[in-house]
């Protein structure tokens, strides 16, 4: 099942079906119980042009009191470029430890003011020269602490200024439009996401392909459990909370966005995210 944020509402959609869900975005995703309230709702799952239409167009998935949490160094890939990015400010020590250690790596990411959501442009940093798109599941958590949904996020992030000095981490991840979510929120019918399902990362520039790379949720090193109980720890989420998992893709140190570029993201159920850059 999927479920679209629209300016008309949420809209619950099931190949070419769709139906309205009578209840407001903000209590909806908070809902802990937000499985049964769809199963509900998919009993009136009809093929409506007009609701079908308005899931072409949808918003960002977050609630207005919601805040993105953001793990980092989840995947070996990560581990890897991270140390080299930060050698010379001795990371190949703090990114092993951090990747070995029972406490993950859980950062602030952005409030909604900083979110866009699928078509919308993100920004890249006019003090950055080195920056790449982080292709991440992300959980959708409700203030109890269960993980109520899953979604696609782009954790834009400047790799010279986290590589200069770890204390710069907040300025590389947070900023004008640094976080993109969306298409929607995919709540399986039972169980938890796949974790054979593929994440996917594509960039276009000028027509061609910049760079593309692929790699699987089962790479990621910890559990989604694991993750919610360090960032529920001494610090409630009374409105629900996104949290960005961590990214599997990193682009080759070569390579940076740049103005225009389009970044295209996908997830086995959830469908593409995807932004252009400005
Ligand atoms: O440690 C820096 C950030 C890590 C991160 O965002 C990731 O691994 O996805
Ligand atoms: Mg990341």
């Known amino acids: 099942m999927l479920l679209y944020k629209t300016a008309s509402g949420p809209i619950l959609r099931d190949a070419s079906r769709c139906v309205r869900v009578d209840r407001d975005w903000e209590t909806l995703v908070n809902d802990p119980d937000l499985r049964r309230v769809l199963i509900e709702s998919a009993g009136g799952l009809d093929a409506d042009e007009n609701l079908l239409k308005q899931t072409e167009s949808p918003l960002a998935p977050i609630g207005e009191r919601q805040e993105i949490w953001a793990a980092g160094v989840t995947y070996y890939r990560s581990r890897d470029a991270r140390m080299e990015e930060s050698k010379s400010a001795g990371g190949g020590d703090f990114y092993q430890r951090v990747y070995?250690?029972?406490?993950?790596?859980?950062?602030?990411?952005?409030?909604?003011?900083?979110?866009?959501?699928?078509?919308?442009?993100?920004?890249?940093?006019?003090?950055?020269?080195?920056?790449?798109?982080?292709?991440?599941?992300?959980?959708?958590?409700?203030?109890?602490?269960?993980?109520?949904?899953?979604?696609?996020?782009?954790?834009?992030?400047c790799r010279d200024i986290e590589g200069e000095n770890p204390l710069y981490l907040p300025q590389a991840k947070t900023f004008d439009r640094c976080a993109s979510v969306g298409p929607a929120i995919y709540v399986p019918s039972e169980g938890a996401i796949d974790s054979g399902a593929a994440v996917t990362l594509r960039v276009d520039r000028g027509g061609d392909t910049a760079f593309e790379g692929q790699t699987t949720l089962s790479q990621m090193k910890r559990g989604h459990e694991e993750l919610v109980g360090y960032l529920m720890r001494e610090n409630p989420h009374p409105y629900g909370v996104l949290l960005m998992t961590g990214t599997g893709i990193v682009p080759p140190d070569d390579f940076s966005l740049a103005s225009g570029d389009l970044v295209t993201i996908g997830i086995g159920p959830i469908g593409e995210l995807c932004n252009a850059m400005e």
Not at 113 to 138: A, F, N, Q, T, Y
Request: proline residues 10%; aromatic residues 6%.
């Open 100 to 157: 070995d250690a029972p406490r993950p790596e859980i950062f602030f990411k952005a409030t909604p003011h900083r979110v866009v959501g699928p078509g919308g442009r993100m920004r890249l940093r006019s003090d950055s020269k080195w920056i790449v798109p982080e292709p991440e599941l992300v959980l959708l958590v409700a203030h109890t602490g269960d993980i109520v949904g899953y979604t696609i996020g782009n954790d834009l992030s």
